[in-house]
């Protein structure tokens, strides 16, 4: 009988223990879950302010290049290289050409065209003729002669007059200058005035023109007065 009952007590001893060592286990499990959901909980709140930090930074750098026209100190700027900056040179090059051709060497090339198709037309209409040279006084005339005759062109070619050349006194024409106009002339020249032919003489001062036939006075200009106009 009391062998029965102390195996009894014994057997609620052991029980007891076991629900004691079970209450225990459970404790110890919810107070590792807490631990774990605060942890979880404080992983969090850091990421969300290293996030909210980095986008602080972000916004004060986008907003610090905007005031300043430059990137963020620290962060390298993109850079293009050689290759681009060789483009650019070759297409400012390809624009000097272009002007060039268009507005000097275009021009130069018509005029010298034309002036050839002149000069040809004149040695057409005069087989023979010599010493042309082109005069621009009230409009374009051309100058040139064979071994009997003086011609003067206009602007196209074509023959306006013509004088023989026994005709030709430029010592005459020199004396009237030096007489009347008082001009010593340096050169001597054959041109075309406003409606003939004329004796154009040239110093270091003056110009004036005498006409061819007669030697009177056509024109007459300063050149040091032009100069400083």
Request: aromatic share 10%; hydrophobic share 35%.
């Amino acid at each position: 009988m009391c062998f029965a009952m102390n195996r009894t007590g014994k057997n609620g001893s052991d029980s007891s223990k076991q629900e004691f060592a079970g209450f225990r286990d459970s404790e110890r499990l919810f107070a590792i879950m807490v631990t774990m959901r605060k942890t979880d909980s404080s992983r969090a709140r850091h990421a969300r302010a290293v996030s909210d930090k980095e986008h602080m930074n972000a916004y004060a750098a986008r907003k610090a290049k905007g005031q300043n026209g430059k990137a963020p100190a620290g962060k390298k700027t993109e850079k293009f290289g050689w290759p681009l900056t060789l483009g650019l040179f070759a297409l400012l090059g390809l624009i000097i050409v272009c002007l060039w051709a268009l507005f000097i060497s275009g021009p130069a090339r018509i005029h010298d065209r034309q002036k050839a198709e002149v000069i040809a037309t004149m040695e057409e209409i005069v087989p023979g003729v010599e010493g042309l040279s082109e005069n621009k006084f009230d409009y374009v005339t051309w100058q040139g002669y064979t071994s009997d005759t003086l011609y003067w062109f206009d602007m196209t070619g074509q023959i306006i007059t013509s004088r023989p050349m026994t005709t030709l006194d430029y010592d005459k024409a020199e004396e009237k200058a030096r007489t009347k106009y008082d001009l010593e002339a340096e050169t001597v020249t054959l041109a075309y005035g406003y409606s003939g032919p004329v004796y154009q003489l040239e110093s270091d001062e003056r110009i004036l023109m005498l006409d061819y036939d007669t030697l009177d006075w056509v024109y007459e200009r300063n050149l040091n007065h032009a100069q400083s106009n």
